[in-house]
């Protein structure tokens, strides 16, 4: 999987990995390596004025590799970030 956030692209074997691969990248958070679901929540209030509140919760109900692709969906369905396609 091939995701550009910012005009660079990062690759993982999953959504996990590429989400994890931002998360390296972003110097402005200072919990790397903790819940990836803390990350998102934190990265997603950033987006509050380019993404609606109701699609900045993620779900509790929803494992680690659903709730990462559905973030970098939501990335790409308002023009933050693209999804470009996968890896062989």
Not at 50 to 65: K, M
Request: charged share 30%; proline share 3%.
């Amino acid at each position: 999987m091939i995701f550009r956030l910012n005009e660079k692209e990062v690759s993982g074997t999953s959504a996990v990995n590429v989400v994890r691969a931002l998360e390296r990248e972003d110097k402005e958070y200072r919990h790397r390596g903790g819940p990836i679901r803390q990350y998102l929540i934190w990265s997603l209030n950033r987006l509050g004025g380019s993404v609606p509140a109701r699609d900045l919760d993620p779900s509790e109900r929803l494992e680690d590799e659903a709730l990462a692709l559905d973030y970098l969906l939501l990335l790409d369905e308002y023009g933050v970030g693209k999804m470009i396609g996968t890896t062989d």
